[in-house]
């Protein structure tokens, strides 16, 4: 058994994003027909690992990576998906890569279906083979076949439920002869519970027909119930790799999240006295991917609450609803005062104030001057800015003022940039996060929400930020609810943690909670 | 339970656009006086006529990009074909073949070219293809207008203008004028039925179903649905779009010598700039739409519109004592259908949008229920 | 030490091929095309000071409408190739001024307070319209255009028009295609504090008016609601998370564009000396739209500046290509090179990758 040649061999494998380390080591094996589960949280490597695995552009464009991909013992360098998907890799995505109005048949042999010839073609070339369709039919009926679950192979996917979608899916990798392994990617997220039950039972028969599985979720307990192995990452290393059988959810948790010491912050403060500043009840969010369902809350004055869980979960619905960004129900009292839902403007009339995650999507005018980005959400709502002729009739823009608080947010937060008047666009993402904070500061707001403050940006500029965030908050008596997939971030600042999972609010804990008690709390309501 | 919805009435909703036709049409006949032969007449002329043009625009939309507005490129690349035919003296059924075969090369350079262009704006084709068709009718009357002479030998005095260079503001193709319609035409009542006119459509009909279940034309099916998809899946996204509009201009420019050759003469410096948006108007008024259009809409859309076209000046007349009056509603009513046509398909991109935000918000007011 | 003179002169080669991409390269084309127009006037026999004159007079009519172009592309409704809707109201105003009566300066006032309402009625519309169909509005402006267009043509022949200048003299009904605008407003802005130097004539009253108009548009830009609206253009999501209401910034842009094509139309008319009725604005978009273009606008970026330069640049290129031309090959190609020049303008702004949010 143990000489036998693994399908899959990762050896040594390491990754950097500019000069910025996400895998270091990795090492695994995976044999014919064997299921490895791959958990961690979000950010520990698991995705860039399986985008080198694939052969991902995005790779390659970043520098490449070092180490060795070994397939039935032999060195294979991928240039692009379709050189994996030749060498037997299939890979089913989190986001469906399915045409809404095509059959579940045509999408499952989309551009790989069976051809005939015909009179045109033999003029016009091989383009115009007809497809033929009997025996597009037969290899659909035979992928679908190799699942537990029937699908209607006729069916338009843009009519079929969610779930059979994800089978459509599973069923195009099936369909390849070529296929040895196949890596799911969080596949049951959006099945129903009796859907997840025959998936897994259908990764059990592939397995039985020699097909590897990669099998990446959050959800534990399918990994337990279904996978041989279980590998662990945590900030780009495997830390564990275990049997199955040697594992439980508990465990798996730990090993997740790691260290299990308690923090020894001594600023934390949680006065039991202080009063409630923000109290959201049954709150509702139709953010996709980010669905919020019936969350309570209530929000200490002078606290930073940071919200964690994992990616897709809801904790970025919370900022987005509550802003108005995307449609909400619920209730939110601010200070007593009812907010309304689904109007920007009254938020922000309210001294709410809101640094998004998407920071070139919501938070920046990419096109426009550094002073414009800082000054335009003040002097919208807060009219400062602006010099009043003729009784107030006409408002004018001070440019002077503008330029003025632009320095002095360029000061106080190290912005780099060449000017007051450099564009947006032209920063960095550690610089451009320290723009849209500045935005929010400069409404001065009496509470504030910070979405992901600190993703995408290199370490220097992250403590930055993380420091920015503390001083206004202990300094102004800003309270803040900061959003982050980095536990050890929020554990850092954070007062108190709540955690969101599967849309609702898990558990809130100190700060100085032990990293196993968060852990555990995120992967509980998984959806 | 919104599913026990009136059959009946949602027909008529999925089918507004020609029903109101049928309605006007209705109403404008027994005003304008005409007699049903010779209505009849006229439809089967202009249904040979113009058919081929309109089927040139189906496959663009299947490729998802939209009314091609840049179906004018073909019809100048018939044009020109017709042009050096004519001055060459090759007349009949022979000098219409041949201008089919000159035609074919410019409008595959032509064609590539919008193509390319429009790859480079994806997302708004339509406005972009509409632009190019200016643009390149700049360049037509370059050629035509002072290349053709001096460049390009021009020898007929009758097709060039007194100047010495250029061509005239219209070439007559008396010598061609409907042997194509008149070869094994027959005559039933009062209408003639230009056989073999109707045979090329057919053939064209026939070769669009085929496509249909071809390889290259599942790709363009892909592509028009999903770019990204269809780029994952190895489909050359961009090459199968040019291949799209290479294909329709090319049919753009045979179907441009049918008509021509029905016309008896080309309006050298105008024949072709109308011929784009009264093609997409027809098919408009058969039902179809941005994304969707069928051979069946194409020739619903060319009897109603052409009837209507027909009706129009006349009624119009008898009504207001004004015969412009109907020419302008025509010109209206083409306009106005694509921009109804257009409005409609915005509108409805962005309804579904907010209609998947909504059935989210009901699934997830139930689960707040519970 | 040397080191840094070459990094000083790469410095200065890197600018300046900057500065053409940033000017981009059809522009420079143009720019470079008439300047060799304007040296070879005078060889051609060309008189230097009428050509100018020319295309002063030329500026002056279309400058306004170009300026239309301007609170559109701010807003990121993009080019206004729904011009002649606010055509149509300015007709309104002329068409109305002159059968109540109005005669000289007045008449052209009261043609701009009649238009106004119709302006706004229209614009009103288009601008909801507009806001239904984000992402597709120039598709449908220009058939929006196109379709206002061919029913004023109706229009034009059943409304009771009575006044003996502007109806067909034999059925005593339906307006002319084209009416003379002598004893009514025919050059009154042009003619107001007019500069006559040899051959060289300035329309002064047309120059200042639209300097008035355009310092207002600049104005504008310069107080809250105009700052709005170039954030709304920027970037709309960042624009409605800072509290402003997208669709009404959006609104109050198409009814300001709307109300200065109008205002454009009878500008352009005073200069022109005739009010072109039935498919006379149909073809008034492109010539505005690549106008601004051409003067350095893409389709979510245009200033007053790109306006002025643009206007001058196309208008130029206008008057003098015929003269010019003709003088040198004996052949009038200036129509095609107008087609070509700016129909492959706007297509190049259309085609460049910049901006394809959808």
């Known amino acids: 058994m143990s000489n036998e040649i693994p399908l899959l061999e990762i050896r040594g494998v390491k990754k950097d994003f500019f000069g910025n380390r996400v895998l270091n080591d990795i090492n695994f094996t995976l044999k014919k027909g064997g299921i490895l589960g791959l958990v961690g949280e979000n950010g520990a490597g698991k995705s860039t690992l399986m985008k080198i695995l694939f052969g991902m552009n995005v790779i390659r464009e970043t520098g490449g990576y070092e180490g060795d991909i070994l397939i039935n013992g032999e060195e294979v360098n991928f240039l692009t998906p379709f050189d994996a998907l030749e060498a037997g890799i299939g890979m089913v995505h989190q986001e469906f890569s399915l045409i809404p109005g095509f059959t579940a048949t045509e999408n499952i042999l989309l551009n790989r279906e069976p051809l005939k010839k015909n009179v045109l073609s033999e003029i016009f070339g091989d383009r115009l083979d007809k497809l033929d369709t009997s025996e597009m039919n037969r290899q659909s009926e035979r992928a679908i076949g190799k699942m537990s679950v029937h699908i209607d192979a006729k069916m338009v996917i843009s009519s079929m439920p969610v779930g059979h979608k994800q089978f459509t899916e599973i069923a195009r990798e099936l369909s390849k002869e070529q296929l040895k392994l196949l890596i799911l990617d969080e596949p049951t997220a959006v099945l129903t519970e009796k859907e997840a039950a025959a998936l897994l039972d259908s990764i059990r028969s592939m397995a039985a027909q020699g097909i590897a599985v990669i099998f990446i979720t959050h959800r534990l307990h399918e990994i337990l119930g279904v996978c041989d192995r279980v590998v662990v990452m945590r900030d780009g290393a495997v830390v564990r790799d275990a049997l199955a059988k040697d594992a439980d959810v508990q465990k798996i948790t730990r090993w997740m999240v790691g260290r299990s010491v308690q923090s020894s912050r001594e600023d934390v403060k949680i006065g039991p006295n202080k009063k409630t500043i923000m109290s959201i009840r049954k709150l509702w969010v139709d953010m996709p991917g980010e669905a919020v369902r019936n969350v309570d809350i209530d929000v200490v004055e002078g ?32 200070d007593r005062q009812p907010i309304p839902l689904d109007s920007p403007r009254k938020c922000l009339d309210c001294s709410l104030a809101f640094v998004s995650e998407d920071r070139r999507g919501v938070g920046l005018l990419l096109d426009e001057t550094l002073e414009w980005n800082i000054a335009f959400p003040a002097m919208q709502i807060q009219n400062k800015f602006l010099k009043k002729y003729f009784g107030g009739l006409i408002s004018w823009r001070d440019e002077k003022a503008i330029r003025e608080i632009t320095k002095r947010y360029i000061n106080e937060l190290q912005i780099k940039c060449t000017s007051t008047k450099q564009k947006a666009k032209e920063l960095s993402g550690g610089n451009q996060q320290k723009v849209c904070l500045a935005k929010a500061f400069a409404l001065q707001p009496k509470f504030l929400f910070v979405s992901e403050p600190t993703r995408g940006i290199d370490v220097g500029a992250k403590s930055l930020v993380l420091s920015a965030l503390r001083k206004f908050n202990r300094e102004n008596g800003v309270t803040i609810m900061m959003i982050s997939s980095e536990l050890e971030e929020l554990r850092m600042i954070c007062d108190r943690i709540a955690i969101v999972s599967g849309g609702k609010i898990a558990g809130i804990l100190p700060a100085t909670e032990s990293s196993e008690s968060f852990g555990l709390l995120m992967v509980s309501q998984v959806i | ?61 299947m490729a998802g990009m939209g009314l091609n507005f840049g179906m004018t490129l073909g019809a100048m690349a018939g044009q020109i074909a017709l042009i050096l035919v004519a001055d060459w003296q090759i007349w009949g059924i022979p000098g219409i073949i041949l201008a089919m075969i000159i035609s074919i090369p410019i409008s595959l350079l032509l064609g590539l070219f919008c193509g390319k262009m429009l790859n480079m704006a994806k997302g708004r084709e339509m406005i972009t293809s509409y632009i190019i068709s200016y643009f390149i009718n700049g360049l037509y009357q370059l050629v035509v207008l002072y290349m053709m002479g001096p460049i390009i030998p021009i020898i007929h005095t009758s097709i060039k203008l007194p100047r010495g260079y250029g061509i005239r503001n219209t070439v007559s193709l008396l010598n061609m004028r409907q042997h194509l319609d008149n070869l094994l035409a027959i005559r039933i009542g009062g209408a003639k039925i230009p056989v073999l006119t109707f045979l090329v459509i057919a053939m064209l009909c026939l070769f669009i179903i085929l496509f249909r279940k071809t390889k290259l034309g599942q790709d363009m099916r892909a592509v028009g649905q999903d770019m990204d998809v269809a780029r994952n899946a190895g489909i050359k996204v961009e090459r199968t779009r040019i291949v799209s509009i290479i294909m329709s201009t090319v049919f753009a420019g045979l179907g441009m010598i049918i008509y021509l050759q029905n016309m008896g003469n080309i309006a050298t410096y105008s024949s072709h700039s109308q011929i784009g948006m009264f093609c997409i108007a027809a098919l408009l008024v058969g039902g179809a739409s941005v994304e969707r259009a069928s051979i069946g809409n194409v020739f619903l859309g060319v009897t109603l519109f052409h009837l209507m076209f027909i009706v129009a000046p006349s009624t119009g007349a008898k009504i207001t004592g004004d015969s412009m009056i109907g020419e302008y509603f025509r010109v209206f009513v083409s306009y106005g259908i694509i921009t109804v046509a257009l409005v409609m398909y915005e509108a409805k991109k962005r309804m579904a949008k907010s209609k998947a935000g909504k059935m989210l918000e009901d699934a997830q007011g139930k689960g707040e229920g519970n | 030490m040397d080191k840094t003179g070459n990094e000083a002169t790469i410095g200065i080669n890197t600018k300046f091929l900057e500065f053409i991409r940033g000017f981009g390269l059809p522009r420079f084309i143009i720019a470079g095309f008439l300047l060799i127009l304007f040296i070879m006037a005078p060889f051609v026999g060309a008189d230097f000071a009428t050509q100018i004159t020319n295309t002063i ?45 109005f005669t000289g300066a007045t008449s052209f006032v009261m043609a701009a307070a009649i238009a106004t309402p119709f302006a706004l009625l229209l614009g009103g519309g288009y601008g909801w319209l507009l806001n239904k169909i984000k992402g597709g509005e120039m598709m449908i402006a220009t058939y929006v255009g196109f379709s ?24 005593g009904k339906g307006l002319r295609t084209t009416i003379s605008l002598e004893g009514f407003y025919d050059k009154v802005l042009a003619n107001f504090l007019r500069i006559n130097i040899g ?12 300097a008035t108009l355009a310092f207002l548009m600049w104005s504008f830009l310069h107080t809250k609601t105009g700052t709005a609206m170039t954030a709304v253009g920027s970037n709309p999501v960042f624009a409605r998370a800072s509290g402003i209401n997208v669709d009404k910034m959006r609104a109050l842009s198409v009814l300001m564009s709307t109300w200065l094509s109008a205002i454009g139309i009878l500008v352009y008319e005073q200069g022109f000396g005739f009010i072109q009725l039935y498919m006379g604005p149909f073809f008034m978009a492109l010539p505005a739209v690549s106008a601004i273009l051409i003067g350095g606008a893409s389709v979510n970026k245009a200033s007053i ?16 290509t015929p003269t010019v031309m003709n003088s040198m090959i004996h052949m009038d190609m200036s129509e095609v090179i107008r087609v070509v020049v700016s129909n492959g303008m706007i297509l190049y702004a259309l085609t460049r990758k910049t901006e394809a949010k959808t």
């Open chain 1, 303 to 334: 606290e930073i609450l940071g919200i964690g869980g994992l990616a897709g979960q809801g904790k970025l619905g919370i900022p987005n609803g509550v802003m108005g960004l995307y449609h909400a129900g619920g209730t939110v009292e601010f």
């Open chain 2, 1 to 61: 339970m919104k599913s026990k919805k009136n059959p009946f009435l949602e027909l008529i909703q999925n089918n507004s656009v020609p029903i109101m036709f049928i309605i006007i049409c209705a109403v404008c006949i027994p005003i304008s006086g005409f007699s049903p032969g010779y209505l009849l007449n006229e439809i089967i002329t202009r249904m040979g006529r113009n058919t081929f043009l309109i089927l040139s625009l189906l496959i663009p939309i």
């Open chain 3, 57 to 101: 007079n030329r500026f002056s009519w279309n400058a306004v409408m170009v300026l239309a172009m301007v609170p559109m592309v701010h807003s990121g409704c993009g080019l206004n190739f729904g011009l002649p809707l606010g055509i149509i109201s300015g007709l309104l105003g002329a068409t109305l001024s002159i059968e109540f009566g």
């Open chain 3, 148 to 171: 206002s267009v061919s029913l004023m043509c109706m229009m034009w022949l059943l409304l009771p028009y009575r006044s003996p200048t502007m109806v067909w003299g034999m059925a």
């Open chain 3, 199 to 210: 051959n060289l004539s300035i329309p002064v009253g047309s120059l200042l008016f639209f």
């Open chain 3, 305 to 320: 500046a790109n306006v002025v330069i643009g206007t001058f640049l196309f208008q130029g290129l206008v008057t003098m």
